[in-house]
């Protein structure tokens, strides 16, 4: 995914598109991540610090990227001859940009998923139903931009010192939020094009927790969907933190996974579940969205003109 946004955002900031993916694509090379054995460790890179983080997981590295690459861009095609412009743009370009996203980019990425991790745990300790419902409308937001890393020690710590975890389950209520999205979308669309992605979506959603498909492919796409997952996982999530509901292993929320779940609020999960599945999937329906056009409507209206100017 970063490497299809770096591309995509080349086109947007006006640089070149195969630069801007191997610039993103150094973050992604398998020695450099290979020296990160949890988020936030730190290495050295010419004495200056550097804290690694998984930016296979994150989007916000990948735009800053570009965005300070197509102004570099710009300013090595001012002083540099245009006989080797080729070579030479490139080359400097990603010399100057891989240590600048590194070093500065990444800190920022991983202290700000840590702070929303604190404030999550601070509000777990105030409020249940509050933390609910903060992490059930917000999740899916955390995850578009990866800040959601820095809830994982929380959780993973809560499984280590109590054996339960009330993180996961309010999650859970984003997840099949967004399945529920995917599924109002089916029911709601005409374009058969859009009705059987909608469907082929959901299914990884439902079985594997994955949710991305839908997240990139309709919820932000169209808009509407995206506002309907976001209050029906506000308010399962609320519900589903207010009953402390908890699960006794870290896992992704699906369908596959529910004996992680079995605790003695079992009952509670499956309707907070339940309630952001059905609950979006209706709000989708009664907000709609706008409508895929028709390739065949224009070739249609063509032929209409033609035979009326045969019949004139």
Known sequence: LPLLL????????????FVSVAIVGALLEPTFTGLMTKPGDIVTFLGIPVVLMKYSS??????????????????LK??????????????????????????????????LGDGIGAGIAYMNSVSG?????????GWTLLVMFGLHWGLVPIMLNNLA??????????????????????????LKTKDKKLKSYAL?????????????????????????????S????????????????????????????????????????LIGIGMSFVLSTLLTYILGFEEPVSEAAPSATKHTQHLSLIHI
């Open 200 to 228: 082929s979506s959901m299914v990884p959603a439902l079985f594997a927790g994955v949710t991305e498909p839908i997240v990139y492919g309709i919820s932000i796409k169209y808009k509407r969907p995206l506002i309907a």
């Open 129 to 137: 139903m509050l933390t609910g419902a903060v992490i059930g409308g």
């Open 78 to 111: 001012r002083f540099i001859h245009q006989s080797i412009e080729m070579v030479a743009v490139p080359m400097l370009g990603m010399l100057i940009m891989v240590p600048i996203i590194v070093i500065a980019v990444g800190p920022i990425g991983v202290y």
């Open 6 to 17: 770096a591309f995509s955002c080349a086109k947007v900031f006006n640089a070149h598109p």
């Open 230 to 269: 976001l209050i029906a996982g506000t308010i399962a999530g609320g519900f589903v933190g207010s009953m402390g509901t908890t699960v006794m292993a870290y896992v992704f929320p699906a369908l596959t996974t529910l004996p992680a779940f079995m605790t003695n609020t079992f009952a509670y999960y």
């Open 161 to 186: 010192l109590h054996g339960f975890d009330t993180i996961k389950p309010a999650a859970a209520t984003a997840t099949f939020a967004q399945a529920g999205a995917a599924f109002g979308v089916f």
């Open 58 to 75: 994150t989007l916000i590295p990948a735009i800053l990227a570009v965005w300070v690459y197509s102004y570099l861009e710009r300013l």
